[in-house]
């Protein structure tokens, strides 16, 4: 589907009923029916940005920080793999101050003991950073351009630029990365207009996987006193971008689930073939403290079972690029959820 302004707007304001119901066969004739887990470790909640939404921007105070071990991280990654899960998400803040040593001796571990991908999610790098992580055997990178308005992004971001991210998402691709992005919905002041920008820039970006998150707002952050977006909207937006996008896996992002118990569920009928499970050990998990949510609800067992609501199976391979291997595979490695 060729996306514009104009298209992007009416399928942003329609039939909720329609679109997602298209979005939904497209989804099955693009992925087929199995759901592909990610186990996220968001192994440290340190970050050197100031991002007026997020509760780790460095000068949320309040918030404690940590950092997990090697010895940490490879642990909750092997019960991972010996539990079934196939892809490792490795997740932090955006830290200035860490080289990239400690990242790849966390990957090198993983990829020799796990029979895992590996998806690194750890904001704008130097490229000799990016090369060693790949190296060490990561296999993709997420990297959210937030919003592709630039006034929209100056506003939000004070000190990191747009242009920063997409020069970050092509230089993870020149090495080899299979990379995603994506955008948050409901920033205040954003519009119909600025979300199918967002849908159309990840088309002309050409990933192999998209994000797309409501914005709740943080009491540690200036948009404390933001309203919350509803649900309807992050689900339209899920369903034009697949729509739009075809062959990408789309997952259905845990703060879905921050702003209605049954978001994610939901969000997986209307495109999405790919949700989150949280690794992070209890000790940490309230601490990566991003927007508020009830981060005890999101274990691997609890994403099993909403999976099994949908009817729909569990996918057993690693989840790669439905286009980078030369065709457009689906996914056919299946077990019942």
Not at 58 to 70: F, G, H, I
Not at 101 to 109: K, L, R
Not at 312 to 334: I, M, Q
Request: charged share 25%; glycine share 8%; aromatic share 6%.
């Amino acid at each position: 589907m060729n996306l514009d302004y104009r298209d992007g707007e009416r399928l942003l304001t329609g039939s909720d009923e329609e679109l997602f119901q298209e979005a939904d066969t497209v989804r099955e004739e693009w992925c087929g029916d199995a759901v592909h887990i990610r186990g996220i470790i968001e192994f440290s909640n340190v970050c050197s940005r100031n991002c007026r939404y997020c509760g780790l921007r460095r000068d949320n105070t309040a918030l404690p920080r940590y950092t997990m071990s090697v010895e940490e991280i490879i642990a909750v990654a092997s019960r991972a793999a010996n539990a079934g899960v196939r892809t490792i998400v490795l997740q932090s803040g955006e830290n200035d101050h860490e080289g990239a040593e400690p990242v790849s001796e966390i990957i090198d571990a993983i990829k020799r003991d796990c029979d895992v991908a590996l998806t690194l999610c750890v904001g704008v790098r130097p490229t000799d950073f990016y090369k060693a992580w790949r190296d060490a055997g990561a296999d993709r990178y997420l990297l959210k351009h937030e919003t592709a308005v630039p006034a929209l992004y100056e506003r939000f971001h004070p000190d990191s630029r747009l242009d920063e991210r997409l020069s970050g998402l092509a230089r993870l691709r020149a090495l080899g990365y299979q990379v995603g992005n994506g955008c948050i919905i409901g920033l205040p002041g954003q519009t119909p207009s600025d979300l199918a920008a967002d849908i159309a820039l990840t088309r002309q970006l050409d990933v192999d996987m998209a994000a797309f998150g409501p914005f709740v707002p943080h009491a540690n952050t200036p948009l404390a006193g933001a309203a919350k977006t509803d649900l309807e909207l992050p689900l339209r937006v899920v369903a034009v971008a697949r729509l739009a996008l075809g062959p990408v896996h789309i997952p259905a992002t845990t703060a879905f689930d921050a702003i209605a118990p049954d978001g994610r569920e939901r969000a997986l009928r209307c495109g999405a073939n790919v949700i989150m499970a949280n690794l992070t050990p209890d000790r940490y998990r309230s601490l990566y403290d991003i927007y508020p949510s009830d981060r005890s609800a999101n274990s691997l067992e609890w994403v099993k079972e909403t999976v099994a609501r949908t009817g729909r199976p569990l996918a057993t391979d690693h989840g790669h690029s439905l286009k980078r291997a030369g065709k457009v595979s689906r996914c056919c490695e299946l077990q019942k959820a």
